[in-house]
Each structure stands twice: as structure tokens, then as C-alpha cells.
């Protein structure tokens, strides 16, 4: 790549991206274990071979049926009109730092928080400013934070990834009053919080700015659909019409995202068998007088090992791919099956001679 007319900033960067290995458990991308049912991929299949026929044209560009079926699944009053829907959430922050980021703007977010803000802030020639969090992990001072560093951009990941922590509405209300920008909340694991948790979409009446942003991938164990969304104002939905590339949600994409969207009682089913995993995991890793993070997502955050990188290979010769991420010192893992869960206990009791 050294010999070509790479853009400057790039030079040196590497390719962003989680080991996909073939090992027996996989707990590092915090997907949903739960494969669809036979029922469910008949449905799917059935989905596509009904518009298999007009594959010669280009896909309904503005999706509007299928943003119609994310806003009646959201709730909150939404219509298409407020919901607008990407290949992932990570194209959805794509969209939204071309449209209010870019160059002489700055993005910011609160460290150890997820890695692709910043680097699509990077790519987008957004700057990056990295606040920071408590002790704990929570954000009490983000809004002084905000109204120091006046970014054009404030994200918001709650629940957080990697540390699983849920932020509360008055804190993001802060924030929102503080900004002079927009502020994303990133709701990639909003399924998943603990009773009571409450979802930012309840502030949008009122707030122009304000974005929440959420995906297919996780709860509803569609990761391979790759269909993120967002509920905002129209007049932000507007915005990203001038951004995104004609005909970006393939006529594929937008059939088995609805048709998972007419079977979501099906595969929201195993969300609470995962929070119920989530909790048991962290009593158990408290248990053993690990440091957990307390987690309102489908991964947990423990820690402190003198060398991470040791424990993680260890359990990854075990078969076990867990994640080497967030701040130094912790590993994060991902809830999955109960016969997953049992294996890395197993390897971790093992590893660490518990
Ligand atoms: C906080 C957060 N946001 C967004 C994403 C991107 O998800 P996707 O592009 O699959 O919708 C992830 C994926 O891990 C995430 O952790």
C-alpha cells in the first residue's frame, strides 16, 4: 500500500476489525447466540424469493415500508418519517458525521467507550476529542465536559461498549442542553438493560438535535442482515438524504430486515434468557473476586489481570475467543448460550487455576 497516493492522515493505519476465528465458542462481537428457527429462516427465505424477480431494478430508495415497521417496533408515537435505517448502525454514524461532522468539526465521546466513533470520525475528517469517564465508568462530569470542549458532536453509547453501563436521561439531558451540536445516543444494546433502564427515545419530543441510534445485530440476532437505524427529527433525516449513496439499502436488505421485523416476538424471546446469563455471569465472576463492571448489555466487562493478553490467549487455546478490549487490564466477553457460558467458566477456572 507504501507506493500509493494514500491520503496523509491514513498513512500508517491499520484495518479495524475483531478476530474472526473458527474456535468452538465465540464470545467476542457481542452477537446473539440464538440462530433464527426453521420457521423463522423459511420466512426469511420466502421473503427474498418474492422480490428475487425484480432484482433488475433498483431498490425503494427512501425504504419507507421498512422504516414504517422499525418505527412500529420502536414505539414512542414514531412514523417512518423519524426512522431511518443503514447497513448497520456503523453506517447510520457514518451518515450522521458526513452530514453534521467533517473537516474544522469535532466529534467527542467518553473513553473507554465503542472504538468506531472515533475512527469514523477519523475517516470522515472529523476531529476527536476523548472525554472521559468516572471511576465506575459513569459520566457525571460529561456535560461540563461538553460545554469546555463545544464539540459539533457529542456521542452517547448506552448501554456503553465495552464497560456496560447504561447512562441515565437527565445525564443526556444535561448534555443536550450543554451542546451546541447534535448528540447521538448509541442504543446498539437498548434490549438488553435491566428493568427500569430507560430508553433516550422517551426525550426526542422537543429535541432537534438529539439522535438514538439502534441495530438489528444484536437483540435481534441479525448481525449477518447488517441493518442499523435511527429515530431523530425529520428535518435530520433530511440531512442524511444528501449524504447517503443512492440505492444504499439493497432490495435484499430491506426484505429479511422486514421479515424479521414481522417475527420479532420470536427472536426478542431470547433476551431475557440473556440478561438472565448477563446476571448470573457477573454474580459468578464477583464470586470469584473478579472486578466487573456492572452491565445493562450482552457482554461483561471483567478484569484486573496483570497481562490481559496471557489470560485471553490462554482461553483462546481452550477454544474460548472472548475480547481483549476497553481499558487496560480487562477482558470483555460475551453472554451467550448456557453451554457457552458453562465453557467459559470452565476455561476460566482453568486458565487461572481458580
Ligand atoms: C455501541 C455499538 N454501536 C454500534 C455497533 C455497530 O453495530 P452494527 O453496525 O452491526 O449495527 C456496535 C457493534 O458492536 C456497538 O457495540
Redesign the pocket.
Known amino acids: 500500500m507504501s507506493q500509493l497516493p494514500l491520503r496523509d492522515d491514513l498513512k500508517g493505519m491499520h484495518a479495524y476489525g475483531a478476530p474472526q476465528l473458527d474456535v468452538p465458542y465465540q464470545l467476542n462481537?457481542?452477537e446473539n447466540p440464538y440462530g433464527p428457527s426453521p420457521a423463522l429462516q423459511k420466512a426469511v427465505a420466502d421473503a427474498v424469493a418474492a422480490v428475487a424477480g425484480t432484482l433488475n431494478r433498483y431498490p425503494e430508495r427512501d425504504a419507507v415500508a421498512l422504516r414504517a415497521d422499525l418505527a412500529d417496533y420502536l414505539g414512542h408515537g414514531l412514523s417512518a418519517g423519524q426512522v431511518w435505517a443503514a447497513?448497520?448502525?456503523?453506517?447510520?454514524?457514518q451518515q450522521l458525521l458526513q452530514a453534521f461532522g467533517g473537516p474544522g468539526r469535532l466529534a467527542m465521546g467518553f473513553e473507554p467507550?465503542?472504538s468506531?466513533h472515533p475512527l469514523i470520525s477519523q475517516v470522515t475528517c472529523t476531529g476527536w476529542v476523548a472525554g472521559t469517564r468516572d471511576a465506575d465508568y459513569g459520566m457525571s462530569t460529561a456535560a461540563e465536559q461538553v460545554k469546555k470542549q463545544q464539540p459539533d458532536i457529542v456521542f452517547i453509547?448506552s448501554p456503553?461498549?465495552p464497560t456496560g453501563t447504561a447512562v441515565p436521561l437527565a445525564l443526556i439531558e444535561a448534555v443536550y442542553d450543554m451542546a451546541p451540536g447534535m448528540v447521538i445516543v448509541?442504543e446498539?444494546?437498548a434490549e438488553f438493560g435491566r428493568d427500569g433502564t430507560p430508553s433516550a427515545l422517551t426525550l426526542l419530543p422537543g429535541r432537534a438535535r438529539l439522535v438514538v441510534?439502534r441495530?438489528?445485530?444484536?437483540a435481534f440476532a441479525a448481525?449477518g442482515t447488517?441493518?442499523?437505524y435511527l429515530a431523530a427529527d425529520p428535518a435530520v433525516i433530511e440531512a442524511l438524504l444528501l449524504v447517503r449513496l443512492p440505492y444504499h439499502l439493497s432490495t435484499v436488505t430491506q426484505a429479511v430486515a422486514r421479515a424479521a421485523l414481522a417475527h420479532r416476538d420470536e427472536l426478542l424471546s431470547s433476551v431475557t434468557a440473556l440478561r438472565e446469563q448477563r446476571d448470573a455471569l457477573v454474580a459468578w465472576l464477583r464470586g470469584k473476586r473478579f472486578a466487573v463492571a456492572d452491565s445493562d448489555a450482552n457482554f461483561v466487562l471483567f478484569g484486573m489481570f496483570e497481562d490481559r493478553h496471557k489470560v485471553w490467549q490462554a482461553l483462546l487455546d481452550e477454544g474460548v475467543l472472548i475480547r481483549e478490549t476497553g481499558p487496560d487490564g480487562w477482558l470483555r466477553v460475551t453472554v451467550g448460550t448456557p453451554g457457552e457460558m458453562a465453557a467459559f467458566r470452565a476455561a476460566l477456572t482453568e486458565v487461572l487455576g481458580l
Open positions: 462481537t457481542n447497513n448497520g448502525s456503523n453506517e447510520i454514524i467507550s465503542y468506531m453509547t456503553n461498549n448509541d446498539a444494546y441510534t441495530t438489528m445485530s444484536k448481525a447488517r441493518l442499523g
